[in-house]
């Protein structure tokens, strides 16, 4: 596990600087930590314990949700076999109950009058992390776990608008906290800089590998920019070219599920894309078993018509029409290659987040052309002038929000191939896929010529763990 490095005050939306001037403050922040101390415990179970992914795909705001996809498979791949992931969680079960028992002594100590006495004589205008050390409340967690907790609540208060934008809803979280909608707003904000931060941290860290593509720490340095919000971004497009080369590494499958919409009906189509260490390229699987293998899920949109089949290796496993041409559909894509396809996406997209920002959105390596440092410079004109055809080529070949006809990506998030599967037989798009632990029976699917079981397309509220 991660060193140490984060407390409980981490997670409050305060200064710790704050004075604590009346009782009333001293109860709301006992039940807020309480409540933290929940969601703690309920992070670490899901990650730790249950491996429910999906329950970490939160919305930052800074256009790089593919950041925090890398992030939980790397960090679920260090602790899927290891023994002790398990007894870090007993671990953590046990000092959080501690901490939730000290808060429920002091709710009821804080009610009686003598206490508040004694408490206005010695401690009156105490500072919060005065307060929390006092009372041995400020738990100590590591590095990983502060960053799945962060994850946990921003994806737990996620809802979405009419054109399927990940938006937080501010209702529910003020009401789960019981706080105000200032109180939640500026806890949403620290949470997403901080997200965003750890986010640029680990671009930062994996940058080095990258000396071959020309991708210096420096100069990811000098791409880097915070929005309107202050939260840390960088051009999307070299983001990208980092992760896919820390996907290789990692040997992470990708799986792309793609929407089509023909007839007022929506049809879907899995493309599983296979990672060969030995040729180090994603390569088209088309028979495959489902598995209880992560991916890196990337959900796009196609106008194409060509997304039914006849023959319909996949089409007849998802019950989609019969009319089309899938085949010709998946073989122009394979042809393409679907890292260029991923990457004339990057390009055409929005470069950065936030107003503020505009000028480098559509051109991120401008501002670096002039740079005094000749490697940079001569570095990023090469990096710009591929962008510049790959934006081309998105916006051309139909790999943007303008031109869709080929494969328009709208979330990238982590989960299992099996759940993924199960989901997309029932034509779930990611703005449908409840927040919710689910069972997936799907023993035998296989993208063949055979149909899959009949059983393979049933969602049961049980455990996430369930085996494939």
């Known amino acids: 596990m991660m060193e140490e490095g984060k407390y409980l005050i981490d997670l409050l939306p305060y200064n710790p600087d704050i004075s604590i001037r009346d009782f009333e403050l001293i109860i709301r922040i006992l039940l807020f930590v309480d409540l933290l101390l929940r969601e703690i415990d309920e992070s670490s179970r899901s990650f730790y314990v249950e491996r429910s992914l999906h329950y970490f795909d939160p919305h930052v705001g800074d256009n790089l949700c593919q950041i925090r996809a ?4 790397e960090l679920h791949l260090e602790t899927r076999y290891k023994p002790d992931a398990y007894l870090f969680y007993i671990g953590i079960k046990a000092a959080i109950n501690k901490k939730k028992s000290l808060v429920a002594e002091l709710l009821d100590a804080y009610e009686n009058e003598r206490n508040k006495k004694l408490y206005y004589s010695k401690y009156k205008n105490e500072k919060l992390i005065d307060f929390l050390n006092r009372h041995n409340l400020n738990l100590a967690m590591p590095q990983s776990l502060y960053f799945i907790t962060l994850c946990s609540i921003l994806t737990k208060f996620r809802t979405f608008n009419q054109n399927e934008d990940i938006l937080i809803d501010y ?12 109180i939640a ?7 997403q800089k901080q997200l965003s931060y750890i986010s640029y941290e680990y671009i930062l860290r994996h940058s080095l590998p ?3 593509m020309k991708i210096s720490r420096k100069m990811l340095e000098l791409l880097h920019h915070t929005d309107d919000d202050g939260r840390h971004t960088l051009p999307c497009y070299i983001v990208m070219l980092v992760l896919l080369n820390r996907l290789k590494t990692l040997k992470i499958d990708i799986l792309i599920v793609v929407r089509q919409k023909r007839a007022g009906q929506y049809n879907f189509v899995g493309l599983f894309y296979e990672f060969n260490p030995k040729l180090n390229i994603y390569h088209f699987k088309n028979n495959i078993n489902a598995s209880n293998a992560p991916c890196f899920v990337i959900h796009a949109i196609s106008e194409s018509e060509s997304l039914t089949s006849t023959g319909g290796r996949l089409a007849s496993q998802l019950n989609l029409d019969k009319n089309g041409t899938l085949d010709h ?12 396809a991923i990457m004339a996406n990057m390009a055409a997209h929005p470069q950065h987040s936030g107003n503020s920002l505009i000028p480098f959105k559509v051109d991120p390596f401008i501002s670096l052309l002039a740079s005094s440092d000749p490697t940079i410079s001569q570095n990023v004109t090469e990096l710009r002038d591929v962008f510049l055809k790959m934006k081309v080529l998105g916006n051309t070949m139909g790999f943007s929000k303008t031109n869709s006809t080929m494969l328009y990506i709208r979330h990238i998030f982590p989960d299992f191939l099996c759940r993924q599967l199960t989901l997309s037989l029932n034509k779930k798009f990611y703005n449908e896929h409840a927040i919710e632990k689910i069972a997936i029976n799907t023993p035998n699917i296989v993208y063949s010529n055979e149909e899959i079981s009949s059983n393979s397309n049933k969602l049961e509220a049980e455990n996430v763990a369930a085996e494939c």
């Open 329 to 340: 559909y998946i073989s122009k894509l394979n042809e393409i290659g679907v890292t260029t």
């Open 70 to 73: 890398c992030q939980i498979l």
């Open 185 to 191: 707003r500026r806890l949403v904000h620290r949470y």
């Open 171 to 182: 209702e529910l979280l003020k009401d789960h906290f019981k706080i105000s909608k200032n």
């Open 210 to 212: 990258l000396r071959t």
